[in-house]
């Protein structure tokens, strides 16, 4: 066995407020995702919009401050594709930039003056009486589904978009510090027996390569050393060889001096 320091990973969520933090985190990252996906994404997909509901005149059904989406629609198809019981988007008069959505409780068949083929007659639930016709021109769209009381907290992200930009900037900035600044500990934990032998292998591999390493400069020294020495030996045979040569000389100039 042996004690080896290492990074920590991360904890496991064991605590019983870590899983309900991590719970709660993921609940509204859900809700959060399937919000921006109905309000933002389906309306998109279908060529509607989403819209908020301000008055209590489809209640029960829709209530002030409950948004409702609309897949958009063509002229030509409204009188085909609308039928009685349908709820509907429109426009109450040409010029008016206001919406109206409430639910088709008639239809009316022939030929009118703008080239439409019917007219719809509209109600609000909670309306005791009926609503002017409606062209299919003023027609925006069709009921797909609505989403309760989410109305009033987009109206308000509107008009405080500002604010909530710096207020998830501070937030970004605040868990970056936080990330950066916060003590990073680390965890004595106990190798196994086979962790252990496989790193004390790595480590013989190395003194094996260290050895064999120091082996062959062993090897390189000697080979330097004996090709000083013969280097040296015909050195001093040459030297050799020239004295007795020199002496032969010296001896037979003195005898032919004799002579």
Known sequence: MNTVRVRPRPRPIDAPWRVLAYALTVAV??????????????????GGQSLTVLTGSMEPALRPGDVVVVRGIAIDEVCGGIGVGDIVTYLPEPDDPSLITHRVVGKTIGTFDDGTACRLITQGDANSAADPPVSPEQVRG?????????????????????????????????????????PRRTRV?????????ALASDDALRLRELALREREVAVRERELDL???????????????AERAARDRAEDTGEDGRT
């Open 29 to 46: 990252g859900t809700v959060l995702t399937m919000v921006v996906v109905a309000l933002l994404i389906v309306p998109r997909l279908t």
């Open 227 to 241: 090709a000083a020495a013969q280097a040296s030996g015909r050195a001093a045979v040459g030297a050799a060889s």
């Open 189 to 197: 934990v106990t190798v196994p027996g086979g962790a252990t032998a």
């Open 142 to 182: 069709v009921f797909l589904y609505g989403v309760p009381q989410v109305g009033w907290a987009r109206q308000w992200a509107a008009q405080n978009a500002t604010l909530l930009l710096i207020a998830a900037g501070v937030a970004v900035v605040a868990w970056l510090l936080w990330d950066q600044l916060r």
